[in-house]
């Protein structure tokens, strides 16, 4: 359609899924997670000249090979080797976990209706437990009856989506079914901060350059971020009461670490993406040490890191 400009959307498109776009896609594209590709033209040099990003990694692999690795029998240090082997068992993982992803939204669709139907309920009995009609409250008994009903047969179709939950016994279908509404809670957390990230990039931009923004882009930029103030402040509270719930019934002894605790608006908008927080932890379903133990998480970006730098180097 535009013949012209092909060139630069090509360009463009590749770019989005290398950094913005699924993990998946970022897993596939960025150079940073793929030998032989590089730093992304126009900012290898600046990067290896300006940061020491080798030098740097080097450092840090150095410091993290004399810890302990608690991971190995018998006990030995962590090596460049066991964080290259951890990324290609999270590689596989994240490459076979796509194909399930569908059904878990299913799911989480249907446990979300399930919760609204319980919520319904329970207003119900609470609307009508005062009336005085001996009629009013047969007929609330009548409504609570089949809205239990309904909540049956969702719960039967919800089994029959397929995937591991329908082979998995009640006890870890009821564990499995809070770990899947906390995950829709924590996606719509994260899709909030996505959005609040690109909502503030001028002023960051800005603020790296040394440069002001103009009174009117300001203006803008503070009344996008109140627009979506109410609807972040729903998904906080969303998912503080669903991590609270899951860690109360699976995991009582996770409940007073401080990563755990409830938090603010202001809180939330002092995350970037790269904040710890957005680990996967005890929602992701492997319990693999490139998925629970930031040591290794770290090292990992460091082994990468180091990789790329070599690149440029042999490129000059």
Not at 105 to 119: H, I, N, P, T, Y
Not at 154 to 180: H, M, R, T, Y
Request: charged content about 25%; hydrophobic content about 35%.
């Amino acid at each position: 359609m535009f013949p012209d400009v092909i060139d630069c959307m090509k360009f463009a498109t590749s770019i989005f899924h290398s950094y913005v776009h699924k993990w998946e896609c970022q897993l596939k594209y960025n150079p940073r997670y793929n030998i032989g590709w590089g730093l992304s033209d126009g900012e290898g040099l600046e990067r290896l000249w300006s940061y020491l990003s080798a030098l740097h990694n080097l450092d840090l692999l150095n410091k993290l090979t004399a810890e302990p690795n608690p991971h190995l029998q018998p006990p030995s240090n962590f090596t460049a080797e066991f964080f290259q082997l951890q990324w290609d068992l999270q590689l596989n993982f994240e490459s076979q976990k796509h194909s399930d992803k569908e059904v878990k939204k299913k799911l989480a669709d249907f446990f979300e209706q399930g919760e609204l139907l319980k919520e319904s309920a329970d207003m119900l009995v609470a609307t009508l437990a005062g009336a005085p009609s001996d009629e009013n409250q047969a007929h609330a008994t009548t409504i609570l009856q089949q809205i239990h009903v309904l909540q049956g047969i969702q719960d039967a179709e919800a089994a029959d989506i397929g995937g591991e939950f329908g082979d998995l016994n009640p006890a870890d279908k009821k564990q499995q079914k809070s770990k899947i509404l906390l995950w829709r809670a924590k996606s719509a957390l994260f899709k909030a901060a996505v959005e609040l990230q690109a909502e503030t990039q001028p002023l960051r931009a800005s603020k790296d350059r040394g440069e002001q923004l103009g009174t009117r882009l300001k203006e803008k930029i503070y009344a996008a971020i109140k627009r979506r103030k109410n609807g972040v402040v729903k998904a906080i509270k969303t998912f503080c009461k669903q991590r609270k719930a899951y860690l109360t019934a699976y995991a009582p002894t996770e409940l007073a670490l401080p990563e755990n605790q409830d938090f603010e608006y202001q809180d939330f908008m002092k995350m970037g993406l790269d904040d710890p927080f957005w680990n996967d932890g005890y929602l992701c379903l492997s319990r693999d040490p490139w998925a629970v133990d930031p040591v290794v998480q770290t090292g990992i970006h460091a082994t990468h890191g180091l990789e790329q730098s070599s690149e440029e180097l042999q490129q000059l």
